[in-house]
T-cell receptor, first 115, second 120 residues
């Protein structure tokens, strides 16, 4: 079975600063994808960034970037120039691609951006 | 494109009563997921459909939970009888198995707003 671990239940960052959220996963699969999803307070979950496991280059989306270490099974999210709107729960997710596109989520990290 | 629609948004019931949630995925999305999200936790997969067939229901408490997607589009999730520990947000999501790449454009897994269930 696949497991996704987020070891930081809560984090805070000053506005305009940089913060890194950690995620590790355990799998025997070779063909998979990793995601970070954001869930703002009382709002629906949206995709932040995704990474294909076969790609060595780290994904970036504007202020969001990942550090993907496949051998270490680590997938951290870096948020640069943090904004108040970044305050949310962040979930790391794993999807295996052999059959069924099944997704597995971590327990989340609650990020608060302090003005 | 229209998003994933869910209803009702909120439901309060007494324990041992029944409740049903409805989900309409994004048009053309073959895969539909129901997740249970207890406060402070990550989403837990209850059931996954591919068109109208079940891909994974290993974590669905089948003695009280049921789900169907008869025509491969809309889906309903039912709980009967409800227990206190069923209080959670029930998230529906859909996926198109879209190809990855810089120009794919679409989210792979798109969530609805969720249905918040409180069991008293």
């Amino acid at each position: 079975a696949q497991t996704v671990t987020q070891s930081q239940p809560e984090m805070s960052v000053q506005e305009a600063e940089t913060v890194t959220l950690s995620c590790t996963y355990d799998t025997s699969e070779s063909n998979y994808y990793l995601f970070w999803y954001k869930q703002p307070p009382s709002r629906q979950m949206i995709l932040v960034i995704r990474q294909e496991a076969y790609k060595q280059q780290n994904a970036t989306e504007n202020r969001f970037s990942v550090n993907f270490q496949k051998a270490a099974k680590s997938f951290s999210l870096k948020i640069s120039d943090s904004q108040l709107g970044d305050t949310a729960m962040y979930f790391c997710a794993f999807m295996k691609r052999n059959t069924g596109n099944q997704f597995y989520f971590g327990t989340g990290t609650s990020l608060t951006v302090i003005p | 494109e229209a998003g994933v629609a869910q209803s009702p948004r909120y439901k309060i019931i007494e324990k041992r009563q029944s409740v049903a949630f409805w989900c309409n995925p994004i048009s053309g999305h073959a895969t539909l997921y129901w997740y249970q999200q207890i406060l402070g936790q990550g989403p837990k997969l209850l059931i996954q459909f591919q068109n109208n067939g079940v891909v994974d229901d290993s974590q669905l408490p089948k003695d009280r939970f049921s789900a169907e997607r008869l025509k491969g589009v809309d889906s309903t999730l039912k709980i009967q009888p409800a227990k206190l520990e069923d209080s959670a947000v029930y998230l529906c999501a859909s996926s198109s198995l879209a190809l990855f790449g810089r120009n794919s454009g679409a989210n792979v897994l798109t969530f609805g707003a969720g249905s918040r269930l409180t069991v008293l």
